[in-house]
């Protein structure tokens, strides 16, 4: 029988209902152990911290969840340059982000020991135990452009990035100077970090291949 729990959101299995702390620890690649505190939820607000050597009975109701937490900061590697993270799972969008990486343009890869490259081009949340030897690099995404749809037709377009009075004009030729005139500009299919989303005047936005605006004009006279 497996019994399944959970560190930190990320799900794990044992064949075993009875682990201590460092065992939990260690099935879920969160190495060396010494390095982190495993903490299990007594109630709604509080957490009970695990000593490594401490066992734990996972057919106990309520033991299935548990956080483990980073005793001091760990230096992390990307592209070469060290950041130093305080948490012990971490997506490729938030190591991204600690590392000012545009994660609409670029992916992130893995570097494992004995050369092995793990890449997150496709799985951008996916939970990665962060250990001293972390070591990650970006890969630009490929990114070819030719064309958008707004209201349903094809436009030829090659730029990444696209104004609120750009696509206006696509639709309608030209932008009306009139106070009374005013346009709605709606997408889909956008980049990962905002996919839908309203466009406001003056606001420039990062485009996808054949990416979907609805653009609608109306007069209030």
Excluded at 112 to 122: H, I
């Amino acid at each position: 029988m497996n019994y399944t729990f959970r560190i930190n959101r990320k799900k794990f299995e044992s064949n075993e209902s009875k682990l201590t702390g460092r065992q939990l620890l260690t099935l879920a690649s969160l190495l060396p152990v010494e390095d982190y505190e495993l903490l299990y939820r007594i109630n709604e607000k509080g957490f009970e911290p695990i000593q490594l050597d401490e066992p734990v009975d996972l057919k106990k109701a309520g033991i299935e969840g548990f956080r483990a937490e980073v005793r001091k900061g760990i230096i992390i590697k990307v592209d070469n340059k060290e950041f130093e993270v305080h948490e012990c799972i971490m997506t490729p969008n938030e190591i991204m982000a600690i590392a000012g990486i545009d994660s609409d343009r670029y992916s992130l890869n893995e570097l494992r020991a004995r050369g092995v490259e793990v890449t997150y081009k496709d799985d951008a949340e996916h939970k990665i135990a962060i250990t001293k030897k972390s070591c990650f690099v970006s890969c630009k995404r490929d990114l070819v452009i030719d064309c958008i749809i707004v209201n349903a037709r094809e436009k030829p377009w090659n730029k990444d990035k696209i104004s609120f009075d750009e696509v206006v004009v696509l639709e309608y030729g030209s932008i009306v100077a009139n106070p009374n005139v005013i346009y709605t500009v709606n997408y889909v299919k956008g980049v990962p970090s905002k996919p839908n989303g309203t466009m406001v005047k003056g606001e420039v936005i990062l485009v996808n291949n054949k990416m979907i605006f609805n653009v609608t004009q109306t007069n209030k006279s």
